[in-house]
């Protein structure tokens, strides 16, 4: 209550023609210079991560056939954190063989009841390793352990959970429908949620009925490995899942197998349109899950503190490694200024830094390649005259990291404007009229998701059904629940995953 | 002087509950550990207004609470003080004379509280007595009937009028949130306390339930920032009632922390109303600098 602060009286904005928006635009709040937080590391001394993975088929860890390995990298430090098999169409194959062999001898002859045991048996083993799997995906993937342990992890239980319950019920998911199941489900994971996206995948096919060959990304192959030894564990018949590691040549192979009755597929647009190719003219069914650009919509009469909470959630969750983050911002014109200069506010608030600590809001960019090509987009939004902000925070001298980064300036025109980044990097756009909104949200070649904030319900209403998008979320971004579908329109995707609608893709429908 | 536009108080800024819900749960998964706590205690025990708000309250009472508000614990010396103690008026005088020579200042509620159901002349002979009795700070409280039914002309110039009463006492707006219900109200109130000359903004009497929370405390944070760079003037906020631990208090500390910054992180601008969670940080801070809890025997209960 100092006299000194009363002194600080601003001009008087009264008269000036100007919007009355933030008088005192320059006024800077300083989050730094007392208080820091102590380092508050999460220990990974108990965690155990092998030298050395091997494939899991048919029930046991093998050997590649051609003995190569890769390795994969902790991005918080670009050190080495453990080598993992490179898999061959010969690892591929013999993969697929054990899948169809426990396909029909065993699993599709189990009943439902049995299924789902088995499936609930997995969904509470991951409960009890939750905290190992969450350490080892921050270890191994940079994403900060606050989202692994409170994000990742208990939703890829929550999604087995969830399935484990339809695996008795299937006869009632589609009334007068009858069905059965595919055979053996070639599934295709990325690295930015390793063991959720498995959960994705797996859940659901086992549920079903069906037989998985699942390979992992190449940067983030850790948890699927000990998702394996939680699959041997829980006594889960031998070959009904088998994981096979490797790069891009590993999926292709697993793509192209005559044997594979599906393939899921999550990851670029540029990959799932060589799937498509791959398989036109088989009968194989597929679902893909792929890119994003998600215009996320503020208007005027949103709550605006509360949608820079949504901004931050939307663009810099899993530090913007997600295919449903809303990397555009559409703002109505009226309040631009006042939500940019607090997204700004927050923005300096954000820690970066080790993923390991348990104050860290964004950790480390998932690879070097991932690292570059942000960087360039960077380069790109500056060199197309976008003006760019960066938040001011310390990051690590080593390892991979970017600094939270907005560009405003820009037009639906610009490379950084029409393509995913995948990194932390938001572009600003302002919008005068709703259908102003619709029409640039749609100007896409995505549509996996977007969000629109107003306090007005019927607004939400009418704006989110104008949106070609898959999903679309309302004041709030960045929801995920197992009984909710996700899936994209146009070259975001096809098929659905979660709830009801991601058990079709896993069968068969007779009539 | 403040020259900056009146906002339409009638205008309700838009504010939803889940998202604030949400953004306090985020904060509140700080993990604040080693140096960065013990600092956070220390600072928290300097912010308490020490407080006693009973029919029953004895000179000696009052006598016994600014003791404990100038020395905290005895077996360590060099412990802050807390910021006030915060009595009736009529125990003004008594705890004015218990503190002299101490930094901590004396707090008095004043216009009719809790309720402030009495004429507008009352209250400001009551702001008056206490603030000649010698009250550094007036704890007054918002006309919570006339808040709710929309006469916010009456409610600015209520506590305009009270804060010229004070004269060079600082003035602590109470809204009591419990009453106001919803967040935007809350907001609301907010605005026009700071528009009408509060110096501070403060949740609660602690006689409703609920008290202060950490949504209604984050909101007020966040009309404090709005206010700030809309006049460059600052104010201070007091969360009062209900908060009995020294986590919760460290959670308040990181509210204000990544709301508006290090600047609010002092007792000038940043208070809490209570009177157990005193007790609570010293055990607390005596654990961290022995590493071991003493007996709650070990603490005295003033």
């Known amino acids: 209550m100092s006299e000194q602060s009363k002194d600080k009286v601003i001009k008087n904005v009264e008269g000036n023609g100007q919007k009355p928006t933030s008088p005192n635009a320059d006024l800077k ?31 046991e860890f093998v050997k590649p056939v051609k003995g190569r390995y890769m390795t994969s990298i902790n991005p918080s430090t670009g050190k080495s954190l453990t080598q993992f098999a490179e898999g061959t169409s010969e690892d591929v194959d013999k993969a697929v063989k054990s899948a169809r062999k426990a396909y029909t001898k065993v699993w599709k002859n189990l009943s439902g009841k049995e299924r789902g045991k088995y499936i609930f048996r997995i969904a509470r083993m991951i409960q009890e390793r939750s905290r190992e799997l969450a350490i080892t995906e921050s270890m191994d993937g940079g994403k900060p352990i606050r989202e692994s342990r409170d994000v990742d992890v208990p939703l890829a239980a929550a999604y087995f959970f969830y399935y484990a319950g339809w695996a008795d019920k299937l006869e009632y998911a589609f009334p007068g429908r009858k069905h059965e199941s595919l055979g053996v489900c070639g599934q295709i994971i990325p690295w930015n949620f390793p063991l959720l996206m498995l959960a994705w995948k797996i859940a659901p096919a086992l549920a079903t009925g069906n037989t998985v060959v699942l390979k992992p990304a190449e940067s983030t192959p850790i948890t699927a490995l000990k998702f394996a030894e939680i699959c041997r564990d829980a006594g889960l018949p031998k070959g009904v899942v088998n994981i096979v590691t490797g790069a891009g040549q590993t999926g292709a192979a697993l793509v192209d197998h005559p044997d594979v009755n599906k393939i899921a597929f999550t990851g670029s647009t540029a990959v799932g349109k060589i799937i498509q190719k791959s398989i036109a003219g088989t009968d194989k069914k597929f679902t893909l899950e792929l890119g994003g650009k998600g215009a996320n919509i503020i208007f005027e009469d949103a709550p605006l503190d509360q949608a820079v909470e949504g901004i931050v959630n939307a663009i810099f969750f899993n530090q913007g490694h997600v295919c449903c983050a809303g990397s555009r911002l559409l703002v109505q014109e009226g309040v631009a200024e006042t939500l940019i200069m607090k997204l700004k506010n927050r ?3 954000l820690i970066v830094g080790d993923p390991l600590d348990k104050n860290t809001d964004i950790g480390a960019i998932n690879s070097q390649s991932q690292f570059d090509k942000i960087n360039d987009h960077l380069k790109i939004g500056v060199e197309e005259g976008a003006s760019m902000y960066q938040s001011s925070c310390k990051i690590p001298d080593e390892g991979y990291y970017c600094r939270p980064t907005i560009f405003t300036n820009v037009s639906q025109s610009n490379r950084i404007v029409q393509e995913e980044i995948f990194g932390p990097v938001l572009t600003i756009q302002t919008f005068r009229t709703p259908d102003e909104a619709i029409e640039k949200a749609n100007n896409t070649q995505f549509g996996l998701a977007g969000g629109v904030w107003t306090d007005k319900g019927s607004k939400i209403f009418k704006v989110g059904s104008k949106l070609k998008s898959g999903v679309v979320w309302a004041n709030t971004y960045n929801k995920f629940d197992p009984t909710s579908p996700f899936g994209g329109y146009k070259e975001s995707g096809m098929g659905r995953e979660g709830g009801l609608h991601g058990l079709q893709g896993y069968l068969k429908f007779k009539f | 002087m403040n020259t900056t536009v009146l906002p339409d108080f009638h205008q309700t800024i838009p504010i939803d509950t889940i998202g604030v819900e949400e953004r306090v749960s985020r904060l509140n998964k700080r993990s604040i550990k080693k140096e960065s706590k013990l600092q956070a205690l220390k600072l928290a025990l300097s912010m308490i207004d020490h407080t006693t708000l009973e029919g029953k309250d004895s000179p000696g009472k009052v006598i016994s609470l600014c003791s404990k508000a100038s020395k905290p614990y005895a077996a360590l010396p060099d412990l802050p003080s807390v910021a006030a103690v915060c009595v009736y008026p009529t125990m003004v005088s008594i705890a004015k004379k218990a503190l002299e020579g101490s930094t901590v200042k004396v707090a008095s509620v004043a216009t009719a509280f809790p309720s402030g159901m009495a004429p507008l002349q009352v209250k400001i002979e009551d702001t008056k007595f206490a603030v000649g009795e010698g009250a550094d700070e007036i704890d007054m409280v918002l006309s919570r009937g006339q808040f709710l039914s929309g006469n916010y002309s009456f409610i600015f110039d209520e506590i305009a009028s009270i804060k010229e009463a004070c004269g060079d006492a600082h003035l602590k707006v109470i809204l009591e949130t419990g009453e106001l219900e919803t967040l935007e109200n809350v907001r609301k109130a907010s605005d026009i306390a700071m528009h009408a000359g509060a110096d501070f903004i403060k949740t609660s009497t602690g006689k409703i339930s609920p008290a202060a929370t950490q949504p209604v405390t984050l909101v007020m944070l966040e009309a404090i920032r709005d206010y700030y760079l809309n006049t460059g003037i600052m104010i201070g906020m007091k969360p009062a009632g209900g908060i009995r631990k020294a986590k919760e208090a460290l959670q308040y500390l990181v509210l204000v922390k990544e709301t508006l910054g290090a600047e609010w992180l002092s007792p000038d601008w940043f208070r809490f109303g209570a009177s157990s969670l005193t007790n609570d940080l010293l ?7 022995t590493g071991v809890y003493q007996s709650i025997n070990y603490f005295s209960n003033d």
């Open chain 1, 347 to 349: 923005m300096e608030t």
């Open chain 1, 29 to 59: 709040f300083d989050f730094a210079s007392f208080w820091e937080y102590s380092d508050a590391p999460e220990s990974s001394d108990h965690i155990e991560i092998l030298e050395k993975y091997d494939h899991f088929i048919d029930g």
């Open chain 2, 283 to 289: 055990m607390q801070i005596v654990k961290q600098e």
